[in-house]
Structures are given as structure tokens and as C-alpha cells.
């Protein structure tokens, strides 16, 4: 077929079948509009289901499973040393876990009566697009949702090869290699590492910045600093890799102030960029600004009337459940309902071991904002539950407005902290007060007697 022989007509494109994408064009369908998802792989799920989200999760809970069984031994239980098979743990992330969701997601699409096309998307003006790909259409449309995520971003002067990997080479779990090699300490280079780590790599983490997860609570972040101090072979804070050379079979890392080592790979984690470039974003009147991230306004509408933006390429937080909310905003915009993205807590998981999760305001950033706060911190080393599970390292913080005792931010680090986090995020949405929660019965023994407790102790 020759480029623009078919042309085919939508009341709505969403270009990008990730979670804001897939989300907003659910919604827009559930709302009667007609609507058609160009994805560049022609799939649902984007980043997060193929390449992020879960099958980083699967992977972890491979890791939690290898460190259970380590700590089993304290109280007399022993499994012995892991065996580990790196085929059918591949597979079952494959399959089982990601094909399953992929399958579910391509159903909801066919029971919505929305239709994926696969290609590359370019705008050509306000109206229409073109996809480039084995199929060349162009789609005019009323409007149209751009929700193409982001990638990881490159380390400068460093390219990616057969053994420096970012995160979706990593992902594919290629090998455990014996030395690995990794660069940043956020959210991914924590996470990954870990599961490195539990695989049997001897992990060496550097960070540019002075402490793991910069921006993130430090009460929250010690525990895991701590574990992963134990864990990881080296943590080198506050250093830059001045350059990294693959050779041979492995790399030669050069670390500011550290003589040459050599690793048998590298992961590459040191933020994620937007994916709205070579868009054809100039031929409308969507406004980027310096980093590459779409403008937008609380209907997630960019300066172009016909063009809203959803999910990473709009900006931080670059998390699934942040694009997810603002695709349903999209949609509901789009139908002229009175949607807006004015969600005050976006609740952020680390799922790592332990897990830290937060959502609202933080301590230091109550106290630079001048706000007049309340701080309660309740260790889990006095809750019955956390003592069953052996583990006392966890901490539930919660930051309370002074003059209303309204919850403004909660945060905590301990197992399963980001399941606890929606318990928390409800309270912050709604402008619960320390005694909604402290009169509020909390089952026993649960880790969720925490936020409990730590509001009790707020209460006059
Ligand atoms: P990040 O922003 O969390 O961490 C990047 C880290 O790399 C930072 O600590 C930064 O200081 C460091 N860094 C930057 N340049 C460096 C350099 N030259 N040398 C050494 N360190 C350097 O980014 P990420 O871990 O790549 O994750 C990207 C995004 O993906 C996250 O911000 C998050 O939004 C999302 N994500 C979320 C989850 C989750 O929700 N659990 C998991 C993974 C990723």
C-alpha cells in the first residue's frame, strides 16, 4: 500500500498503548466516544508491562523469596542453598506473568471495541497523523491523546553494549554475572540491584549524589541503606564514573577516586527521558519545554485544543499509577465532563527489600514550605506483627497539620510498606485528620496497626 492510501477517521487517537494511554482510551470508549490506539509495538501494556513495572515485580519476588529462605535459617529453618534456573524463571516471567496480562489487556481492548494499530505515530497538524510502520495509514482525528512514556536516559559519553545494559536488557535477566556494575542508586538501580544481588551477583552501586534515593525521606531510606550496605559488595556515594570500556568479556569501570575494576556487566539507571521527540509535535501547537516534557494544564490539555497529553512524557512523577489517573482525566475532558487531575497524593513505591512508599508531604519539605506540622514516627520494633515476621526495621512516619491535625503526608519503610501505602494515600486524599485514623480499628496484628498508633500518639 502506498503511504496515505488509507485514511481512516476517530473521534479519538491515543498514541501509546501504555497505562495512560490504555486507560484513556478505555475510558473515552466506556464514554461513547470512538477511539483508536496507535502503538509503536502494537501492543497494550508499554513500558510498564513489557519492559518495567512487573516484570521488575516478578523478579523481586523471585529475590523476596531467596532472602525469606536466607532468613528462615534464624529460626531453624533450612533450605539449603538456592538452585537457580534461569530458563524457566524467564519463562514464567514471560509467560505467566507478562503474556497473561498482555492477553487481558488485548481483550478489554476487543471487548471496547478499541482498536490497536501498530506504528509509529506522527503528527501532521492538529487533526491528523500519519503511521509510519508495515501498514502506513493516516488517521484524521476530533482529538488525539499522546501518552508515548519515556526510556531510559544514557550516562554522557557512555553507550549502551553487549554488557552496559540499562534496564530492559537487565530485565531479560541474559546472565548472572558475577560482578555487576551499577549506575545510579534510584528507584531502578536499587530495585534491580536487589534482585542481582539475591541472583548471586556481587554488586557494586554508585551514586552521583550523597545518598541512595535522593529526594526521599532520609528516616525512610536509612533501612534500606543499611540492608543493602550488608547486601551489595560496595556502595560508592557521591561519585561519578568518569568512563567505562567494554573489552574483551567485561568492562573496565573507572570510578572518580577509585583505581580501574573491572565488571562482567553494567546497568545503566539514571533517570528516564520523555519520548517526544521526531513526533511531529512541531506541525501543531503542543508546547514542550527545555527537557522535552509536554505542557499541560489539570485536564491534562496541552496549548493545542485538540491535543491532551498524558503519563512520563508529561513529566514527574513518571509513575504508571500517575498516568493511569491522568488518562481517565483525558478521557472524561474529551466526553466534557468536569474532570481534573488535582489529586493530591500520588503515592511512590520502592519495591525494594524493604520496601519504603510515601505519598503527600514529606518532613523536610512541610518544614521548608514554612507549614506548621506535627511528626509521628512509630518503629515497627514494637508491633507484634513486624516481631512474627522477624523483622523490625520497619518505621510508619506521619506528618500532621499543627493547627488541624489533618494528614497531610505519610511515609514508611518495612515489608509490604507499599501495599500499606493505599491505606495512607486514602487518608491524604481525603483530608482525614490524626484522630479519623487513631479512632479508626486497625486489625491485630497487622502492620497496618502503624499509622494507628502513630497517630494516637498526636491525639491530645
Ligand atoms: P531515578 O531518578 O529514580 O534515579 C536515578 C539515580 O541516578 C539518581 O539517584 C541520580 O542521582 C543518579 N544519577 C544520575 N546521574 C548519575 C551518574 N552520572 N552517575 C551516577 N548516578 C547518577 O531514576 P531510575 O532509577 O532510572 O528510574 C527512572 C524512573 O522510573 C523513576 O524516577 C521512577 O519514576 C520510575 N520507576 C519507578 C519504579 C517504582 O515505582 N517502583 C521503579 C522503577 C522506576
Not at 516534557?293 to 514527574?316: K, S, Y
Amino acid at each position: 500500500m502506498v503511504m496515505g492510501d488509507r485514511v481512516e477517521e476517530v473521534d479519538v487517537v491515543v498514541v501509546g498503548g501504555g497505562p495512560g494511554g490504555y486507560s484513556a482510551a478505555f475510558r473515552c470508549a466506556d464514554l461513547g466516544l470512538e477511539t483508536l490506539i496507535v502503538d509503536a509495538g502494537a501492543r497494550l501494556g508499554g513500558a510498564c508491562l513489557y519492559e518495567g513495572c512487573i516484570p521488575s515485580k516478578a523478579l523481586l519476588h523471585a529475590a523476596h523469596l531467596i532472602g525469606e529462605a536466607e532468613r528462615a535459617r534464624e529460626i531453624g529453618l533450612d533450605f539449603g542453598a538456592p538452585r537457580i534456573s534461569l530458563d524457566p524463571l524467564r519463562k514464567w516471567k514471560a509467560d505467566r506473568v507478562v503474556g497473561k496480562l498482555a492477553r487481558g489487556l488485548a481483550s478489554v481492548a476487543r471487548g471496547k471495541k478499541v482498536e490497536v494499530v501498530g506504528g509509529r505515530a506522527v503528527f501532521e497538524g492538529s487533526r491528523e497523523l500519519r503511521v509510519e510502520g508495515d501498514a502506513p495509514q493516516k488517521i484524521r482525528f476530533g482529538h488525539a491523546v499522546v501518552a508515548v512514556g519515556s526510556a531510559p536516559r544514557a550516562l554522557p559519553g557512555v553507550e549502551l553494549g553487549e554488557r552496559v545494559m540499562d534496564s530492559t536488557a537487565a530485565l531479560d535477566l541474559p546472565d548472572v554475572p558475577e560482578r555487576l556494575l551499577v549506575v545510579g542508586g534510584g528507584y531502578i538501580g536499587l530495585e534491580l540491584g536487589q534482585v542481582y544481588a539475591a541472583l548471586g551477583s556481587r554488586v557494586t552501586l554508585v551514586e552521583l549524589t550523597d545518598g541512595l534515593l535522593p529526594g526521599v525521606d532520609r528516616d525512610l531510606v536509612q533501612p534500606l541503606a543499611r540492608r543493602v550496605e550488608r547486601q551489595f559488595a560496595a556502595v560508592h556515594l557521591a561519585t561519578r564514573v568518569l568512563a567505562l570500556r567494554e573489552e574483551g568479556g567485561s568492562v573496565e569501570a573507572t570510578l572518580e577516586g577509585q583505581a580501574p575494576e573491572r565488571f562482567d556487566r553494567v546497568l545503566v539507571a539514571v533517570g528516564r527521558r520523555p519520548l517526544t521527540a521526531d513526533l511531529g509535535l512541531e506541525t501543531t501547537r503542543v508546547r514542550l519545554d527545555a527537557r522535552g516534557l509536554i505542557e499541560i494544564d489539570a485536564q491534562c490539555r496541552t496549548a493545542d485544543p485538540r491535543i491532551l497529553a498524558v503519563g512520563d512524557a508529561t513529566g514527574e512523577p513518571m509513575l504508571a499509577h500517575r498516568a493511569m489517573r491522568q488518562g481517565k482525566v483525558a478521557a472524561e475532558a474529551l466526553a466534557g465532563r468536569p474532570a481534573a487531575f488535582d489529586n493530591v497524593a500520588v503515592p511512590a513505591v520502592v519495591f525494594t527489600d524493604p520496601e519504603i512508599a510515601w505519598c503527600g508531604l514529606d518532613e523536610s519539605a512541610a518544614r521548608a514550605a514554612g507549614r506548621e506540622v506535627n511528626v509521628a514516627r512509630f518503629a515497627w520494633a514494637a508491633s507484634g506483627r513486624a516481631a512474627t515476621l522477624g523483622r523490625a526495621d520497619g518505621l510508619t512516619k506521619l506528618v500532621a497539620e499543627a493547627a488541624t491535625g489533618r494528614v497531610l503526608g505519610v511515609g514508611l519503610v518495612g515489608p509490604g510498606a507499599g501495599e500499606l501505602a493505599a491505606e495512607a494515600a486514602l487518608a491524604v486524599e481525603n483530608a482525614l485528620t490524626v484522630e479519623d485514623v487513631a479512632l479508626t480499628i486497625h486489625a491485630h496484628p497487622t502492620l497496618s496497626e502503624g499509622l494507628m498508633e502513630a497517630a494516637e500518639s498526636l491525639l491530645d
